[in-house]
Nanobody
Framework: QVQLVESGGGLVQPGGSLRLSCVVS????????MAWFRQAPGNERELVAS???????YYPDSVKGRFTISRDNAKNMVFLQMNSLKPEDAAVYYC????????????WGQGTQVTVSS
């Protein structure tokens, strides 16, 4: 099993930045892909960033150019750098792991709250 623990959420003003961290219990080099999802009240959970063990990244148009996913294999950590934050970015952010392409994203952290407000 893969255990994930997120941190770094908090309150930030519009236009500000936050860096989220995810500690993974297993070597992320052996995991097919890591990702960040978010879910706001009344909305479905949505993918905001993903990275494969080969370094390929994906971002939806809503965050492209503002968010950056990265990893530190030596520390078994994954990060989400969020810049130019907007009120619509407010949500609970979840770290997720995909052990193999056939399994999907089936491992989840507890989530960390991001609030964007003046």
């Amino acid at each position: 099993q893969v255990q994930l623990v997120e941190s770094g959420g908090g309150l930030v003003q519009p236009g500000g930045s936050l860096r989220l961290s995810c500690v993974v219990s297993k070597s992320i080099s052996s995991i097919y892909a890591m990702a960040w999802f978010r879910q706001a009240p009344g909305n479905e959970r949505e993918l905001v960033a993903s990275i494969t063990n080969g370094g390929t990244t994906y971002y939806p148009d809503s965050v492209k150019g503002r968010f950056t996913i990265s990893r530190d294999n030596a520390k078994n950590m994954v990060f989400l750098q969020m810049n130019s934050l907007k009120p619509e970015d407010a949500a609970v952010y979840y770290c997720s792991a995909r052990r193999a392409w056939t399994l999907g994203f089936t491992y989840w952290g507890q989530g960390t709250q991001v609030t964007v407000s003046s």
